[in-house]
């Protein structure tokens, strides 16, 4: 299984670095991906004993979690870029 955090994370850095360090406007998933997500948070979380606030899992870094067709970060301007590394993008 790839780890699904790296691909929303280099996103996010060339997100930052193309935009001013501005946030994207969401991070959508399809329910697979951001399910796989979650569990590999979660499985992070709990072996280090750190205390995940309520509704960490509508949230990444900042940016809402939201279930889309593909998985893709949608840029302040409102273009969706695929995230290489995804499960699955359909």
Known sequence: MPNLCDAPVEAWRAHWKAHGSAFPSCIELTAADLQALNAERQL?????????????????HGAKLQVGSTS???????EPVV????VSTS
Request: with cysteine.
């Open 72 to 78: 893709c970060m949608v840029l302040a301007s409102g």
């Open 44 to 60: 992070t979380h709990g072996t280090t004993n750190f205390k995940q606030a309520d509704g960490w899992e509508d949230v990444f």
């Open 83 to 86: 995230l290489a590394g995804a």
